[in-house]
């Protein structure tokens, strides 16, 4: 919607009693279907309370993260999820890292990039995105091809959205 700067989700599932389950038994489910899935790195647990899932450990791309969260997400009797996987860098250099970015930029038809300014420090796998896009889709298309570039571990959302 247009003007929308942020959104506080403060939904909070309740599940009836027939779909409850005890707390050791959602783990089991929640690790199984986590090791089932071949996009979620073995590094990935999960520990529960009360219905609520917290996913710890380490992944190499936000891809892999987000994966790690749907697998859980669709595991019966889950009633939130807290995202806590750190990622870690590997790999590229800094020049291919942004060249990666750069180029999916390109390649995306509904995003003008050509207001958009791309730093990256290898070390730590931080990406700034700096600039102006012209909607928050175009907002959106920057940061998702940042994020899916290999070894980018966090990203610094700098980029403005002018009308």
């Given amino acids: ?16 009693d027939e779909n409850r389950r005890d707390d050791a038994d959602l783990r089991r489910s929640v690790r199984h279907a986590l090791l089932l899935n071949s996009l979620v790195p073995s590094s990935i647990d999960a520990t529960v ?5 917290t ?3 380490t992944a190499t791309s936000q891809f892999q993260r987000a ?20 990622l870690v860098p590997f790999g590229p250099a800094a020049d291919d890292i942004a060249e990666a970015i750069t180029q999916a930029m390109r390649r995306n038809a509904r995003l003008d990039a050509s207001n958009i300014s791309i730093a990256v420090r290898h070390d730590t ?3 700034r995105l700096t600039g102006t896009v012209n909607s928050w889709a ?4 920057g940061i998702t091809a940042a994020w899916n570039a290999p070894g980018v571990v966090t990203i ?4 403005r959205v002018v009308y």
């Fill in 125 to 127: 796998g931080t990406v």
């Fill in 156 to 159: 610094i959302d700098d980029l």
């Fill in 1 to 16: 919607m247009k003007g929308v700067v942020r959104v506080d989700d403060q939904l909070r599932i309740r599940l009836l």
């Fill in 49 to 53: 309370d009360a219905g609520q899932i």
């Fill in 67 to 86: 994966e790690a969260e749907q697998v859980t997400a669709r595991v019966r009797g889950v009633c939130g999820i807290a995202n806590d996987v750190r």
């Fill in 138 to 141: 175009d907002h959106d298309e």
């Fill in 55 to 57: 996913l710890t450990g």
